[in-house]
């Protein structure tokens, strides 16, 4: 069983960053693909980037190509979301997700073990 915690959200102004980090434990780590997912009120739960085991493989929305970075450390259980040029439209709860397949997947049922999320807001 794995456990997943987020943090790093809050509340920042359109246009700035913020680096969400989520903790992984009761696992091996490097056995799973990780992934972010976003979910705002009224609206489906919805892939955001992902990385394979080691990273060397990555996948993004569309949506946040070129301002969002996913990343990893496996010597530290860790894996990271770095926002950059925020957008009003970004605001939601970010998930941290693991996926035992170890492949790229961009939907949820794809993925084993989920956070709790943490909350993001930008305002405009």
């Known amino acids: 069983q794995v456990q997943l915690v987020e943090s790093g959200g809050g509340l920042v102004q359109a246009g700035g960053s913020l680096r969400l980090s989520c903790a992984a434990s009761?696992?091996?780590?490097?056995?799973?693909?990780m992934g972010w997912f976003r979910q705002s009120p009224g609206k489906e739960r919805e892939f955001v980037a992902a990385a394979s085991w080691s990273a060397a493989r990555t996948d993004y929305a569309d949506s946040v190509k070129g301002r969002f970075t996913i990343s990893r450390d496996n010597s530290k259980n860790r894996v990271y979301l770095q926002m950059n040029n925020l957008k009003p439209e970004d605001t939601a709860v970010y998930y941290c997700?693991?996926?035992?397949?170890?492949?790229?997947?961009?939907?949820?049922?794809?993925?084993?073990?989920w956070g709790q999320g943490t909350q993001v807001t930008v305002s405009s």
């Open positions: 997700a693991a996926d035992r397949s170890r492949a790229l997947h961009t939907i949820t049922s794809a993925y084993d073990y």
């Open positions: 009761g696992g091996i780590f490097s056995n799973y693909a």
